[in-house]
């Protein structure tokens, strides 16, 4: 059965995660009906990271086994006439072997997340920021978020409910910058590892946010973090800001030949 990878773009608001779910639409089950509709029977997708419900795809990568070999332009488009009217994407498509596997092939995972401060509500960024109305110092938040580079036990910034066999892992990248976005100014999060816990990101953030607004100091996250207790972790904010922007891989599946 020929393997091919998917690039994913997808809107979350609609949707209870990723994850197919009983009962409850998800991304993964749009592309799976989508994909019943060229070749009729039960399909399952595997992707690079399970996103929670109201977080988006900029660039999810995915991986399907068809009984055709599919052209993968015509795939790709095939299955975005078929995904209508829901907000998902299929934005490249490539031939991969069979063994590639789009979650355990994957070396990278990379987030953004946006945080949109203004006092007048948000219109067309509605459902994909983080809206604060309060000021925020980006370079104190900055600052702070280096004392989370590297290896570390992250149990204060992981969900009680998170499946992980362990809570270490490696930070790579935690970047927080002062941006201007398209309803105002933003404070934009790159943070990039080869692998999260749940929640980890969404807890960073509501942390360095305590930070931007002056309630805690960079000390204050040295802290948490050393004391291995999520009652330590600053608030979780909300997913709407959330973006899974990109997935790294030895050799990128999409640049052209077999992966």
Same mark, same amino acid.
């Given at each position: ?14 949707? =209870? $995660?990723?994850?197919? &779910?009983?009962?409850? @639409?998800?991304?993964?089950? !749009?592309?799976?009906? +989508?994909?019943? #509709? *060229? ?43 078929h995904l ?41 960024? =509605? $459902?994909?920021?983080? &809206?604060?109305?309060? @000021?925020?110092?980006?370079? !104190?938040?900055?600052? +702070?978020?280096? #004392? *989370? ?96 922007a990109g ?13």
């Amino acid at each position: 059965m020929p393997r091919y990878a998917l690039k994913v773009e997808y809107h979350g608001a609609p949707f =209870a $995660g990723w994850q197919r &779910q009983k009962d409850q @639409p998800s991304v993964q089950g !749009a592309i799976e009906a +989508a994909l019943a #509709r *060229l070749e009729p029977r039960a399909h399952t997708i595997a992707a690079a990271g399970r996103t929670d419900a109201g977080v988006h795809g900029l660039a999810q990568v995915a991986h399907c086994d068809m009984d055709r070999d599919w052209d993968p332009f015509r795939l790709s488009e095939a299955l975005n006439h078929h995904l209508k009217p829901d907000p998902v994407a299929i934005i490249d498509c490539a031939r991969v072997d069979d063994d590639w596997h789009a979650r355990f092939s994957a070396v990278e995972r990379r987030y953004l997340f946006r945080i949109l401060l203004r006092r007048a509500p948000a219109t067309h960024d =509605a $459902g994909q920021v983080w &809206q604060v109305r309060h @000021p925020l110092d980006a370079d !104190a938040m900055h600052d +702070a978020a280096q #004392r *989370l580079i590297g290896r570390h036990d992250f149990t204060t910034f992981r969900s009680s409910i998170c499946q992980a066999d362990s809570p270490v892992k490696t930070l790579d990248r935690l970047d927080v910058s002062a941006a201007t976005g398209l309803s105002g100014p933003e404070i934009r999060f790159d943070v990039r590892a080869r692998s999260f816990l749940h929640n980890q990101v969404r807890s960073f953030v509501g942390t360095l946010e305590r930070v931007g607004a002056g309630a805690w100091t960079a000390d204050d996250v040295t802290a948490a973090l050393q004391a291995r207790d999520r009652a330590a972790c600053g608030p979780v904010c909300p997913p709407q800001g959330l973006y899974l922007a990109g997935v790294g891989y030895p050799r990128d599946p999409f640049a052209g030949g077999t992966a």
